[in-house]
Nanobody, 116 residues
């Protein structure tokens, strides 16, 4: 079982910035990915950004160029979010997934609200 410590999030005006951090209690053997999904009310959970243990990153089209994900170390990742828009409002869930497995390990989620 993987446990997460998530920090960051909160409320900000449109155009503002926030930073999310996520630290996992353990990592699997082999290649794995960490990052965030988000879920807005009445919408499906969607991938926001991920970074693999080999450094490959992936972003949703809607956040590309505004969000940056980085690996601080093997256990911790950070998501820098800039130029935030109201449509970025959602609960952001940190996750970890072995690349060759279908199992996702989830954090408890943190609220991000972008509103004037």
């Amino acid at each position: 079982q993987v446990h997460f410590v998530e920090s960051g999030g909160g409320s900000v005006q449109p155009g503002g910035s926030l930073t999310l951090s996520c630290r996992a209690s353990t990592i699997p053997n082999g290649l794995y990915a960490m990052g965030w999904y988000r879920q807005a009310p009445e919408k499906q959970r969607e991938l926001v950004a991920s970074v693999r243990s080999d450094g490959i990153t992936d972003y949703a089209d809607s956040v590309s160029g505004r969000f940056t994900i980085s690996r601080d170390n093997s256990l911790q990742v950070t998501l820098q979010m800039t130029s935030l828009k109201p449509e970025d409002t959602a609960v952001y869930y940190c996750y970890l997934k072995p690349v060759f497995s279908q199992t996702h390990y989830w954090g408890q989620g943190t609220q991000v609200t972008v509103s004037s």
